[in-house]
């Protein structure tokens, strides 16, 4: 055996469970950042209503918030990585916290992981929308989503100020759903709140399984909306 | 007769300025090889975020590409090997890493090939510290070839050199590597591993 033969031995391999789940998260990053350019920018509950409605109907409601940034990458130096087959969760040095949504299922162990990442998270199953619903600075009447939906009041969000400070949202249509979220930017008891309704429908284009009723949002406290409103 | 339906790389890096599109095939083919390179050098946390990035300089420089190379690997190396540059904290600490791992024995294996593990576990210490010391151009060249597994003129192009020298700073980075890890190896059959 020659040095290079022990030096071709020694090389680190990836385990054969984790080359996927890499390939598949590089990939995506790979196909974000080559589409960056194409990212909208649409105002979290405001705006994009038919927008909404139309992607309610496909699989999801996907809204982008208002910080969002069209392109934006992490690059390097995260300090924490968490991959199932469903979601991506990266904690980056600086504190930020990336999710990469892929199929919309295990609601615990998202909650779970971001809690562990900083994040006062609750990611609760069924759909949650607030009420009164305001969009374009015009009230709505109740959503027809084909699901049992939870409506809760609006005055429980915390000001736009703060929600687009900790919460970035793009989607599109094909690709998973990405958050950065910014816990250093949520205020004192405030939890970030994500409605999962798990399993169903499946989007044939994406793969997507479940839907969310709405985006993540940042609560003034960190308990669990009570329904109320209409249909609730 | 064999009739090759795939196309080439050359081919779908050429067709992927109309169609930015097909450069996601060039990732699928290359993607796997790319990520083992990575981790191997930085580990697991980088992996992705370098692999990625790869691929995305690769893309943004697609016009440039040599087209009289259908097979893109010895190009997306060569960025790969800039992409880590970038990370020489990280690769670093990881050679101390993969020093104390090997310093610590070998991991459980049950293959039949003793004589080439008990020698492996010998010369893996030394080997990583070795591997740390080299320039960076030498470890950077070494790798290439020893965990990308290139060919000479692959390695030659990743680096933008002649296949000659890079043949020529092979032999001298392994004469050194010998002399430092105390002379020939006694279990070296032949030196002709290439």
């Known amino acids: ?139 709505l009447p109740p959503l027809q989503l084909g699901y049992p939906v939870c409506y809760y009041a609006a005055t429980g969000l915390a000001p736009q100020a703060v929600q687009r400070a900790v919460v970035t949202f793009m989607h599109r249509q094909g690709l998973p759903a990405r958050l950065i979220i910014h816990p250093d930017a949520m205020p004192h008891g405030s939890a970030l709140f994500m409605d999962f309704l798990a399993g169903r429908p499946r989007d044939p284009k994406n793969g997507n399984t479940g839907v969310w009723a709405w985006p993540p949002v940042v609560l003034t406290n960190d308990r669990l909306p009570a329904c109320g409103g209409p249909q609730s | 007769m064999t009739i090759d339906t795939q196309p080439s790389d050359a081919d779908l890096i050429a067709g992927s300025l109309a169609e930015p599109g097909l450069f996601t095939a060039v990732f699928d083919r290359h993607s796997a090889g790319i990520l083992r390179y990575v981790y191997a050098r930085l580990g697991p946390e980088l992996a992705e975020d370098v692999t990625a990035e790869t691929f995305l300089a690769a893309f943004r420089c697609r016009g440039r590409y040599d087209g009289a190379w259908p097979d893109a690997r010895p190009w997306l190396y060569g960025i790969a090997v800039r992409q880590i540059r970038r990370h020489r904290r990280v690769e670093a600490r990881r050679l101390r890493l993969l020093r104390s791992a090997l310093a610590d024995g070998p991991a459980e294996d049950h293959s039949d090939r003793v004589v080439e593990r008990v020698t492996a576990a010998r010369l893996g210490p030394r080997l990583a510290a070795v591997l740390a010391e080299l320039p960076r151009q030498d470890r950077e060249l070494l790798l290439l070839f020893a965990w990308a597994e290139l060919s000479y003129a692959e390695a030659a192009a990743a680096l933008g050199t002649t296949a000659s020298a890079v043949k020529a700073r092979l032999h001298r980075i392994r004469v050194r590597m010998r002399r430092e890890l105390g002379g020939s190896n006694p279990m070296d059959e032949e030196n002709g591993d290439e």
């Open chain 1, 1 to 139: 055996m020659s040095e290079l033969k022990a030096l071709r031995d020694m090389r680190p391999a990836v385990p054969q469970a984790e080359l996927e789940a890499m390939r598949m998260t590089a990939r995506e990053r790979f196909v974000a950042g080559t589409r960056a350019r194409r990212w909208r920018r649409l105002p979290l509950l405001a705006g994009g209503l038919t927008a909404a409605v139309a992607v309610i109907g496909a699989a999801a409601l996907v809204l982008t918030g208002p910080g969002a940034v069209p392109g934006q990458h992490d690059r390097g130096g995260h300090t924490r990585t968490v991959v199932t087959a469903a979601w991506t969760v990266r904690e980056d040095a600086g504190g930020a916290v990336t999710i990469y949504l892929r199929q919309y299922t295990d609601p615990a162990g998202l909650q779970q992981t971001l809690r562990a990442d900083g994040v006062d998270a609750i990611v609760h199953p069924g759909l949650y929308v607030p009420w009164p619903l305001i969009v374009g600075g015009m009230p």
